[in-house]
């Protein structure tokens, strides 16, 4: 049974910083590429970054380039998001998902965490 569980979520003041992380188990890790994607009341959920199996090939939103970044570590079955310089909009659920390669297009997932939020106060 695969399982994603992501934490490090919370409250923080705008210009802070958050790093969230996502266990996986029941799956051969290294073999999924991973992604982060963030959901707000109302709206799509929306690609916010993903990473090769290996971890050699990136992709964000433009909306997060500079300012989000997304590594993993295969030994502990983890992926992480680190969040700097947050904003207000950065406020949303955020959830990680496992697939078979890098997409924008939730579709295009597998397995998904319960998510996560981060409220990100002016």
């Known amino acids: 049974q695969v399982q994603l569980v992501e934490s490090g979520g919370g409250l923080v003041q705008a210009g802070g910083s958050l790093r969230l992380s996502c266990a996986a188990t029941?799956?051969?890790?290294?073999?999924?590429?991973m992604g982060w994607f963030r959901q707000t009341p109302g709206k799509e959920r929306e690609f916010v970054a993903g990473?090769?199996?290996?971890?050699?090939?990136?992709v964000y939103a433009d909306s997060v380039k500079g300012q989000f970044t997304i590594t993993r570590d295969n030994a502990v079955n983890t992926v992480y998001l680190q969040m700097n310089t947050l904003k207000p909009e950065d406020t949303a659920v955020y959830y990680c998902?496992?697939?078979?390669?890098?997409?924008?297009?939730?579709?295009?997932?597998?397995?998904w965490g319960q998510g996560t939020q981060v409220t990100v106060s002016s």
């Open positions: 029941g799956l051969t890790f290294r073999s999924y590429a």
């Open positions: 990473i090769s199996g290996s971890g050699l090939t990136t």
């Open positions: 998902a496992a697939g078979a390669r890098i997409s924008v297009v939730t579709n295009e997932y597998l397995y």
